[in-house]
């Protein structure tokens, strides 16, 4: 499953920062079982909205961690908090299928 949210910087502050405060909790909370990436992304044309992504097993692995908490990762999170606004998207399930279009044949 994936866990979307958009993160937007605050007047005077760069996706550079967020991004570090990101890979700092990223690598605590990539330990927990489940966990299998993070992705942060620019938003083209505003370079101030970032969309990130944490991928998991399932929504339990990713429930599983949340309700360990972490003050390391609670600490790297309320230091970036001054600086961004950040709005969940969604949770949203690996999908069950995927529609291809199909191969080009000279058929």
Known sequence: MKFIF???????????????????ASRLIQ?????????LHRKIGD??????????????ARDAMESKHNPRVAEIIRSAAPFVD??????FDDPEWVVMPPENSDH
Not at 86 to 91: K, N, S
């Open 47 to 60: 370079p101030d909205t970032l969309i990130a992504i944490a991928s998991w097993d399932s929504k339990a």
């Open 31 to 39: 330990q927990a079982p489940g966990a299998r990436g993070t992705e």
């Open 86 to 91: 950040i709005t969940p998207l969604g949770e």
């Open 6 to 24: 958009e993160v937007r910087m605050k007047d005077g502050h760069t996706a550079e920062e967020y991004a570090d405060a990101w890979v700092r």
